[in-house]
């Protein structure tokens, strides 16, 4: 590359790091196979997933296994709540999903942490399941600018942001989450917000979806930064499958979601 003369080439940064942002694995073992094949094959070694590990596929507590062995760190999302903390659910498929579940696997579901932040090429990133307030509070991908800029906001349920390197009341300049199970990336205002989507419930396209974060880990200096979304296809019509061979109540509901996108829109109205 030739540059104009007297101008010293900007220095390049090497060797940035790489971190795989999982979520909505929803019992989804096909999918989240895939997936963490797809993680290990790029040579990335640390995932973090934020939340719904369980309900609305077949294979909740080998998604639980799976997921506690790969992911450093798993946050709470709206279904690993309700499933974890309620033993009388109020509907079949959530029964159902709930009575797949040993005390130790509950046990975990409900001490999962709210958020999770750490501190990549200068930003400082916030990973939570669906937004600043609860797991339960949704933030669609069609929302306000109040909304926008209320995801970055340090509240009871996020806490300060405690990543290291910040002064007590920072708050984040990147946010990532999930809950909506369609994938996106929004920079404005310079805050970047992105959703992972949905691993094992895609209601946007028929493949999974993970984020990749890439830069200088727990640096504070600025350097480069970006934000992709690998698509992963797998077999959905054999994990469509084991929803039937199980029994799983709602495999009709399943089947459409992973091949067309069609939310099912349950008696708990969520995702
Ligand atoms: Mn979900």
């Known amino acids: 590359m030739t540059h104009p003369h007297g101008e010293p080439r900007p220095e390049v940064v090497r060797g940035l790091d790489r971190i795989a942002v999982i979520s909505d ?32 596929g077949p294979r909740g507590p080998e998604s639980i296994t799976l997921c506690r062995d790969a992911c450093e760190v798993t946050v709470r999302g709206n279904w690993d709540t309700f499933i974890s903390a309620n033993e009388t659910q109020p509907w079949q498929h959530g029964q159902w999903v709930r009575d797949q579940l040993d005390d130790d ?3 975990w579901l409900a001490g999962l942490p709210n958020a999770h932040e750490l501190v990549m090429s200068g930003n400082r990133v916030r990973l939570f399941h669906a937004s600043q307030t609860s797991e339960f509070h949704r933030v669609h991908f069609d929302h306000t600018q109040e909304e926008f800029r209320g995801m970055f906001a340090n509240t009871d349920f996020t806490g300060e942001f405690t990543a290291g ?6 708050t984040p300049n990147v946010v990532g989450y999930g809950d909506i199970h369609g994938a996106y990336l929004e920079v404005d205002e310079g805050l970047m917000l992105f959703n992972a989507g949905a691993v094992g419930n895609h209601l946007d396209a028929p493949s ?6 890439e830069g200088v880990l727990d640096s504070p200096d600025p350097a480069p930064f970006s934000i992709t979304f690998p698509r992963v296809p797998y077999d959905i019509e054999a994990e469509i499958a ?13 089947a459409l979601e992973l091949r067309d996108g069609i939310f099912r829109g349950s008696v708990t109205a969520t995702s």
């Open 25 to 56: 694995v929803h019992g989804n073992l096909s999918a989240l196979l895939a997936v963490l094949a797809d993680i290990e094959a790029r040579g990335i070694e640390r995932v973090l997933n934020l939340g719904d590990v369980v309900g609305k």
């Open 105 to 107: 696997e509950i046990a």
């Open 165 to 170: 390197l910040q002064p007590p009341g920072a």
């Open 208 to 213: 999974a979806p993970y984020t990749i974060l």
């Open 242 to 254: 084991v929803g039937f061979e199980l029994g799983m109540p709602e495999a009709d509901a399943y």
